[in-house]
């Protein structure tokens, strides 16, 4: 199940950019994110792995599967049976850029049976998390 999210940046691309790949910035702009764990190797490039854990302890094993800076990021992530594959892509736009996210949830086993839950309640976790980090990059 595939969802898509649009988020104007008051920043140009590099800046969204270069904020939103690193995954030591997450903290301050993700809303459920307790922790990272450390990310290797820096600066970020297809193949950094770090472990995230989120409000109730749920952990996540991260990796960016592609870095083209200034246009395109990607990630996987996975969690017990669950796996989120997220894109950011990046566009100038009058006042800064417009950060478009897709998102794609997939199951195993049991897990599967949340996929439809994950896809109905994350986009918007993932919209608030992005306005959040423009609303930050906003006031730089």
């Given amino acids: 199940m595939t969802r898509r999210i649009e988020v104007a940046f008051p920043v140009p691309c590099e800046a969204a950019f270069d904020f ?40 996540s094993e991260m990796r960016l599967t592609v870095v083209d800076r200034p246009t395109t990021w990607a990630e996987t992530g996975t969690s017990h049976g669950i796996s989120m594959d997220l894109s950011l892509s990046f566009a100038v736009a009058p006042t800064g850029c417009l950060v478009t996210a897709q998102v794609d949830f997939a199951g195993r086993g049991l897990w599967r049976a949340l996929v439809p839950i994950a896809a109905r309640l994350f986009p918007h976790a993932i919209r608030h998390d992005l306005i959040r980090a423009a609303r930050l990059l906003g006031d730089d």
């Avoid at 702009?29 to 109730?56: I, K």
Wanted: hydrophobic residues 30%; without cysteine; charged residues 25%.
């Fill in 20 to 59: 939103l790949v690193d995954p030591h910035n997450r903290t301050r702009w993700q809303s459920s994110l307790r922790a990272v764990g450390d990310a290797r190797p820096m600066p970020p490039q297809a193949g950094t792995r770090w472990r995230e854990r989120a409000t109730g302890g749920v952990v």
